[in-house]
């Protein structure tokens, strides 16, 4: 049976974890390392752009999941980050693997740094992009910076991601419609939207996350690669340089004239450079 390596054509499957469904979608080739992918406020499996997926599933096997109550899973919504590091180290076990990668985007860059501390022996290398520490510079402000975003695109009859992930220099919005574009190439068996329920669940974790005192960054020994653009809004891009600074084995990259969305907008040069990091 051929490999597929297409964001495009991947199945959704399904598993069970604590007697819940789970979507998940599993793409790229069987050996070596699977990469977890953990997903950003609000999102579902379909907010995961292509190229990123692609590229990384070129060469490594790529799992995509909607975690509890999101999308086309089951459940009830966690809360707290926490609560969704638990769910996403189940899922994880259900699918019977013992060693990971994770990539973690925004709000699952927080759940990546649970799972790295909580379940070491479970992680073998992290990619952090667009996150922060629990406490970072301006996390407890994603929720009202959503909120008048999410309004500022209703006005303006265009998708928040414009200005949440992107900047407004001609690069970033062309980056934008690029972006957005690419998001609707998947046109069959699509995931479902997430509720409202889940979305206050989320932001509620996230605010969580951003009043938490400091964690001890030095219990994560695992070698991490710490990506962002140079004006994220939403998670400022200091928390990038914060988090690259107290991790004992990191790397930082930081992407120009691009904001939220870095490795998004700069697809072609961080695919290969976490592949990189990942191969190492």
């Known amino acids: 049976?051929?490999?597929?390596?297409?964001?495009?054509?991947?199945?959704?499957?399904?598993?069970?974890?604590?007697?819940?469904?789970?979507?998940?979608?599993?793409?790229?080739?069987?050996?070596?390392?699977?990469?977890?992918?953990?997903?950003?406020?609000?999102?579902?499996?379909?907010?995961?752009?292509?190229?990123?997926?692609?590229?990384?599933?070129?060469?490594?096997?790529?799992?995509?999941?909607?975690?509890?109550g999101v999308g086309a899973s089951e459940g009830r919504t966690p809360s707290s980050i926490a609560e969704m590091a638990k769910d996403a180290v189940a899922f994880i076990r259900a699918l019977c693997f013992d060693r990971v990668d994770l990539l973690g985007f925004s709000m699952g860059g927080f759940v990546a740094q649970v799972i790295a501390e909580e379940q070491p022996d479970l992680v073998r290398k992290i990619i952090l992009a667009g996150t922060g520490p629990a406490g970072g510079e301006g996390i407890d402000k994603v929720t009202l910076l959503t909120y008048l975003d999410v309004a500022r695109g209703a006005l303006t009859c265009r998708d928040a991601k414009n200005y949440l992930f992107f900047t407004e220099t001609a690069n970033g919005r062309?980056?934008?419609?690029?972006?957005?574009?690419?998001?609707?190439?998947?046109?069959?068996?699509?995931?479902?939207?997430?509720?409202?329920?889940?979305?206050?669940?989320?932001?509620?974790?996230?605010?969580?996350?951003?009043?938490?005192?400091?964690?001890?960054?030095?219990?994560?020994?695992?070698?991490?690669?710490?990506?962002?653009?140079?004006?994220?809004?939403?998670?400022?891009?200091?928390?990038?340089?914060?988090?690259?600074?107290?991790?004992p084995d990191a790397r930082l990259k930081i992407y120009p004239d691009a904001g939220h969305g870095g490795i998004f907008q700069h697809h072609a040069e961080?695919?290969?450079?976490?592949?990189?990091?990942l191969a190492a």
Not at 6 to 35: C, E, I, M, N, W
Not at 42 to 63: E, F, K
Not at 210 to 224: C, E, T
Not at 230 to 240: A, E, G
């Open 1 to 68: 049976m051929p490999v597929t390596t297409s964001h495009q054509d991947a199945a959704t499957k399904t598993v069970d974890v604590g007697g819940k469904s789970f979507a998940y979608r599993d793409l790229g080739p069987r050996t070596g390392t699977p990469v977890i992918f953990l997903n950003h406020l609000a999102a579902v499996l379909d907010n995961w752009d292509p190229r990123v997926v692609d590229g990384i599933a070129s060469q490594r096997r790529v799992i995509t999941f909607d975690n509890r």
């Open 174 to 247: 062309s980056a934008a419609r690029a972006f957005l574009k690419r998001l609707k190439e998947r046109t069959e068996n699509r995931d479902k939207a997430i509720s409202v329920p889940s979305l206050r669940a989320h932001l509620k974790a996230i605010n969580g996350w951003g009043v938490q005192l400091p964690r001890d960054l030095s219990r994560i020994q695992q070698a991490v690669f710490v990506a962002n653009g140079d004006h994220d809004r939403m998670v400022p891009t200091q928390n990038s340089a914060d988090l690259a600074r107290r991790l």
């Open 270 to 277: 961080f695919v290969p450079e976490a592949l990189d990091f």
